[in-house]
Nanobody, 117 residues
Framework: QVQLVESGGGLVQPGGSLRLSCAAS????????MGWYRQAPGKQRELVAV???????DYADSVKGRFAISRDNAKKMVYLQMNGLKPEDTGVYYC???????????WGQGTQVTVSS
């Protein structure tokens, strides 16, 4: 089992930057694909970025070129560097761990990101 705790959210002006962190504990971190998702008010949760245990990443089209996902397997951490933030990036950001070769997944509690002037 994996426990996930996100941090780093907050209020930022348009064009600003934030770095989200997700700390994992409980199982072998490198066995999991890690992802960041977000949910805006009144909308469904959507994938933002995902990274394999080997560091291969993919992004939603809406964040390509602005966001960067990374992981440190030794520290059991995954990060989301968000630059050029827009009001439409506002939402609760969740960290998700999915075990490789399985449908088993775990979610963090989320961290709020608000982009507003």
């Amino acid at each position: 089992q994996v426990q996930l705790v996100e941090s780093g959210g907050g209020l930022v002006q348009p064009g600003g930057s934030l770095r989200l962190s997700c700390a994992a504990s409980g199982s072998i971190f490198s066995f999991y694909v890690m992802g960041w998702y977000r949910q805006a008010p009144g909308k469904q949760r959507e994938l933002v970025a995902v990274i394999s245990s080997g560091g291969i990443s993919d992004y939603a089209d809406s964040v390509k070129g602005r966001f960067a996902i990374s992981r440190d397997n030794a520290k059991k951490m995954v990060y989301l560097q968000m630059n050029g933030l827009k009001p439409e990036d506002t939402g609760v950001y969740y960290c998700k761990a999915t075990r490789v070769g399985s449908t088993t997944s775990y979610w963090g509690q989320g961290t709020q990101v608000t982009v507003s002037s």
